[in-house]
């Protein structure tokens, strides 16, 4: 399959050095609001890229749960190849791409495990099934004979955790935080001459933008 004559002319937007914000956590609660009010499916959807003690580098789809004021939080099984990966070397790198709004985020930083208590205050407000299928999922990423093997899993589970019973929240499974140390916002424009604004810290702890070619 050849796809050289497939393309777009990218001309829904601009994005100015001089008028974003000091924090690049208020231009991403900006771009955030804007593509869930048009309607974007799943904007809080990123890539999560991690490299382990292998040096391969490995990329999934992982949903946001919380734009805090130093970084992103998602949950997951901690013994995952995700989890082994972070273990390992705890630089990370998520982005966000919102086609509809002709928009990328990166967000680079190290990422480590948030208190245990906020994640089992999380793990308890998800939905009863899903909750038990955190249990079925342990291992996450480990081998299984077929599906029917998972699925009596999770029947013998529902079993034991009825609706309206607290299922308890796995030791294995919460949250992480990438704690942000360069973000950039991409806006496509016309002809390839993309807007690209990084945000990166200085040694005062301060952010700092600066302009990158397309």
């Known amino acids: 399959m050849d796809f050289t004559d497939q393309r777009l002319s990218y001309e829904k937007g601009a994005l100015d050095q001089q008028s ?21 499916q799943e904007p809080y ?19 946001l749960r919380e734009i805090t004021d130093t ?24 982005l966000f791409f919102w086609h509809e709004l002709e928009r990328q985020i990166r967000i680079s930083g190290r990422i480590a495990k948030i208190d245990a208590e906020k994640s089992a205050t999380y793990f308890q407000k998800r939905p009863h099934d899903s909750q038990i299928g955190a249990w079925v ?8 004979t077929n599906r029917e093997v998972m699925e009596q899993t999770f029947e013998q589970l529902q079993a034991k ?16 935080e990438i704690t942000a140390e360069h973000i950039e916002f991409w ?14 810290k200085d040694d005062n702890n301060n952010w700092q933008t600066k302009r990158l070619l397309p």
């Open 20 to 40: 974003v914000p000091a924090s690049p956590f208020e231009l991403f609660k900006v771009w955030m609001d804007e593509a869930i009010a048009q309607k974007v």
């Open 45 to 63: 959807a990123m890539s999560l890229a991690t490299c382990g003690a292998d040096n391969k580098p490995s990329v999934r789809i992982v949903l």
């Open 71 to 94: 970084g992103i939080i998602f949950y997951t099984n901690y013994d995952s190849a995700k989890g082994q990966d972070v273990a390992a070397n705890p630089n990370a790198e998520a």
């Open 137 to 144: 999922s342990q291992p996450q990423s480990g081998e299984v």
């Open 161 to 176: 955790y009825p609706e309206n019973t607290t299922v308890p929240t796995p030791t294995f499974w919460g949250g992480y």
């Open 187 to 200: 806006q496509g424009r016309a002809s390839r001459m993309h807007d690209r604004i990084v945000y990166s």
